[in-house]
Structure formats: C-alpha cells, structure tokens
C-alpha cells in the first residue's frame, strides 16, 4: 500500500487542522491504520491508532480529547481531525499502516510496515 499524507499548515494555537493520508494499492481495508509525529530533534511518537473497521480508536494521553481518528474505507482515506492546537504539537505528522496482527504494539513504530511521507504541522503561540 502506499500512502500520501496532506492538509498540513500553519496555524495558531488553539486552532485546528485536519490532517487526511490516501491509500492505494491493496484492499485498504485489510489495515489497522495510525498516526505517529517526529517533532524536531525528537523521536517519532505515537498520536493515534484505528482499527481496519474503524471500530476501534486509540490515542496517546497528550492527544486524548482534542485529536479525532477516523476513517472512511469507501475513500481509501484515514482522518485526523486536531483542535485544540498547542505549540508543543509542531512536528510532521506521518501516517501509517499495518496487515500484521498484534494490535497490542499499535502504539509502536516498529508495528507498521508502511509508512506515508508526512506532513508539517506548526503551530504558533
């Protein structure tokens, strides 16, 4: 599968953005999908996680509350909806995806196989 993140900016905080990543390729469906952000001189870190169904949702503690994943299989796309915008969320935001099974490591970069080629997320104060 390949993905393509989009809808990264420039924003103040408090404000919001809505983040989506395309898929083509295989059955998108056949992915649990996340969102993972590398602010600079940092490590990538866990944002958000669903499931192939979108049944299931997950989220880091520092996101929970202001930040919405979602999906729609139809689309081959996968959302995320963030308001409440802090400074400290400047980064890129990298969608990914994974066929593996083992949702358990769905907050770990090493469970996803494939990655899009992130987006910048500013935030202002």
């Known amino acids: 599968v390949q993905l393509q993140a989009s809808g990264g900016g420039l924003v103040q905080a408090g404000g919001s953005l809505k983040l989506s990543c395309a898929a083509s390729?295989?059955?998108?469906?056949?992915?649990?999908m996340g969102w993972f952000r590398q602010a600079p001189g940092k490590e990538r870190e866990f944002v958000a996680a669903?499931?192939?169904?979108?049944?299931?949702?997950y989220y880091a503690d520092s996101v929970k509350g202001r930040f919405t994943i979602s999906r729609d299989n139809a689309k081959n796309t996968v959302y995320l909806q963030m308001n409440s915008l802090k400074p400290e969320d400047t980064a890129v935001f990298y969608c990914?995806?994974?066929?593996?099974?083992?949702?358990?490591?769905?907050?770990?970069?090493?469970?996803?196989?494939?990655w899009g080629q992130g987006t910048l997320v500013t935030v202002s104060s």
């Open positions: 390729g295989r059955a998108f469906s056949s992915y649990n």
């Open positions: 990914a995806a994974t066929d593996r099974t083992g949702w358990g490591a769905r907050a770990t970069t090493r469970l996803y196989d494939y």
């Open positions: 669903i499931t192939k169904t979108g049944g299931i949702t």
